[in-house]
């Protein structure tokens, strides 16, 4: 049997909400931050081509912790809630411009409307997140917001 629990963290150039999960009584997830802020991009930002939050290691930008009383396997997926951010400005902005890792690993993935597998395991977890926004010149000024749906199932 597979059980889902589901948090929505948006995440953008403006913010982040959590949104609550259906209980279950041997699986819980929840995060450190109901927002990642990339503040307002300068010149350096567009030129680099993206705005990094916190791209060291052990300096992540949302921490995800994971509580399982019953040692259950599970899978921790997210997926951009939409195609494309919402925005104030003229223009669309694709949700691929945001990009996620864990903390301090390798490459850097692009959200997406699917369902990506962050992490799995068994027991409890602490899971450390790094994020990047992808800039350029043709970028509108205004504000960016783009909800993160992060599930969590048990199988």
Known sequence: MIRSLRA???AAMAALVL?????????????????VNFG??????????FIERHPAAMAYALRIVIQDTGSANWTLSL?????????????AKPATDLLWRLDGSGAYEPADILNQIVA?????AVIDLDVLL?????????IYTLGIEFTLDEE
């Open 134 to 142: 992808n800039t350029n010149w043709t970028d509108q000024p205004g």
């Open 8 to 10: 929505m963290i948006p």
């Open 79 to 91: 997926r951009a809630r939409a195609p494309d951010f919402m925005t104030s400005a003229a223009g």
């Open 19 to 35: 949104c609550a999960a259906p209980a279950h009584a041997e699986l819980s997830m929840t995060a450190d931050a109901t927002a």
């Open 120 to 124: 799995t395991g068994t027991g409890d």
């Open 40 to 49: 307002q991009a300068r010149a350096a930002d567009l030129g680099l081509g």
